[in-house]
């Protein structure tokens, strides 16, 4: 499974946990992974949780805390920094969908969905109650057990992979295969940095590109290149690798640490060197 580096460090008093499972081999081109977020956060006091998210929808069901949502919501891709703010004592059971996908399920296009959310029974999502009881019954689990065997899989996920093939029997259609294979190389070839090169490597002229993103993502391919070089920058601070941001920058293919630090405020809301100097702990992955 790949290590995102989406979520940045924690803000906030309290315990909060994130554990994922890989989807079954046959949702594979639809799902990315599932995610299961517990927290805990005293009375009076709030956490704050921030991540540079990937090109993609999530659809979430949510327990407890102040804002419940058994019912379940789907977020389409959010341009800048998602920012939830977590309280009291709940749960939640998201699924981070493949760029391919939200255009499938969603009722409305994702450029609309971009940066905003719909109830997931707008579009027949109608096992979002099972998968909240199944959520406050089972606790979440990790991948392995502390002696490094599997353990079951947890039954939220076997509820939701049996709604999401009824929903979508064809699978992907090949404009979707197209759009996970173009994010895909986005997020992981650190030498695309421009538009022309990503539209290059799958022989697509740039109006073409500009056009498949926008109607199967809601975003842009500039967006995608950008958000792989500040993901990876967020990741390389937490870990104290960034001290140096002038060579930083120039490692992520900015011209100049200048332009680097503009991109990076732009999107979190803070510097580089700002960022440096928070306390807290390296990213969780998600």
């Known amino acids: 499974m790949p290590t995102s580096h989406g979520p940045l460090r924690p803000s906030g008093a309290g315990s909060v946990e994130l554990t994922r499972h890989d989807p ?10 599932y995610w299961i977020s517990t927290w805990d956060i005293p009375a009076d006091t709030e956490h704050e949780q921030r991540i540079l998210a990937y090109p993609a929808c999530n659809l979430v069901v949510e327990i407890g805390g102040t804002t419940p949502d058994p ?3 789907l977020f ?3 341009t800048g920094l998602s920012r939830r703010r977590l309280a009291e004592k709940g749960s939640a059971f998201g699924v981070l ?46 991948p392995q057990q502390a002696d490094g065997g599997p353990v079951p899989r947890p039954q939220y996920l076997e509820v939701f992979e049996n709604w999401l093939a009824a929903r ?6 090949e404009e979707g295969l197209l759009m996970n294979r173009i994010a895909d190389e986005a997020e992981n070839d650190g030498g695309l940095l421009q538009v022309r090169m990503l539209a290059s490597r799958f022989g697509l002229g740039e109006r073409s590109l500009q056009r498949l993103v926008r109607d199967r993502l809601g975003l842009t391919p500039k967006w995608l290149i950008q958000r792989r070089r500040l993901q990876e920058a967020a990741h390389l601070l937490a870990q104290g690798s960034g001290p140096d941001l002038a060579r930083l920058a120039y490692a992520l293919g900015y011209a100049d ?11 979190t809301g803070m510097t580089p060197t700002r960022y440096l100097r928070q306390p807290g702990t390296a ?4």
């Open 24 to 33: 079954a081999p046959s949702m594979a081109r639809l799902v990315r992974h």
């Open 168 to 173: 979508l029997p064809d699978g992907v259609d």
């Open 257 to 267: 640490q200048a332009h680097f630090s503009r991109d990076f405020s732009a999107v």
């Open 76 to 78: 389409g891709p959010v």
């Open 97 to 142: 969908l493949q760029p391919a996908a939200g255009a499938l399920i969603s009722d409305v296009p994702l450029a609309e969905l971009a940066d905003s959310s719909r109830a997931a029974e707008s579009f027949g999502f109608t096992v979002g109650p099972d998968i909240a009881s199944a959520l406050e019954t089972q606790k979440p689990a990790m």
């Open 71 to 73: 019912h379940g919501r």
């Open 283 to 286: 990213p969780t992955t998600r």
